[in-house]
């Protein structure tokens, strides 16, 4: 698969769920949080990553959308693409068919519960309690948590 065809599958299911396109990522805001979806294309090889970036409200005085995409800091960052690598990587024997179809299960299946869930303040504690997500301190008092 072609990196502009990649690209076009990941815009299209980032549309299924809603989500707006901001430049080159897309995103959704609710009353506690504003949560990134970004696409990264590697340096050294036809890999993609996918980032879940999620800043939980109220927001800095100064953020600033822009510099929030460019950067790998926010309250908490997720690299979905771990959850299922072989999707990413344009060189290996997966066709344009196939990758289509694991693709779109992976955004109805993996990408659209971690969204629902960074959207909210007590479904994050909730992630954080049950799953292998790790809350720093400062973000852990962003939501109340001692």
């Known amino acids: 698969m072609e990196s502009k065809d990649f690209r076009e599958l990941i815009e299209r ?13 897309y995103y959704t805001e609710s009353a506690d949080s504003i949560v990134f979806l970004v696409l990264i294309k590697s340096n050294y090889s036809k890999n993609y990553y996918l980032r879940l970036k ?6 800095e005085k100064d953020f600033n959308k822009e510099d929030f995409i ?7 960052l997720v690299s979905l693409d771990s959850e299922s690598p072989e999707i990413f990587d344009l060189e290996n024997h997966l066709t344009d068919f196939e990758r289509g179809e694991k693709m779109n299960k992976f ?18 504690i909730e992630k954080s309690n049950k799953e292998d997500l790790v809350l720093l301190p400062y973000t852990k008092s962003k939501l109340g948590l001692k």
């Not at 299911?13 to 990522?25: A, D, M, R, V």
């Not at 460019?70 to 908490?76: E, G, W």
């Not at 969204?115 to 994050?124: F, G, Q, T, V």
């Open 70 to 76: 460019k950067h790998d800091i926010s309250d908490i």
């Open 13 to 25: 299911n980032s549309k299924k769920l809603q989500l707006e396109k901001y430049k080159t990522t």
């Open 54 to 59: 999620t800043e939980i409200k109220p927001l």
């Open 107 to 124: 955004f109805a299946n993996n990408v659209e519960q971690w969204i629902k869930a960074m959207l909210s303040k007590e479904s994050i």
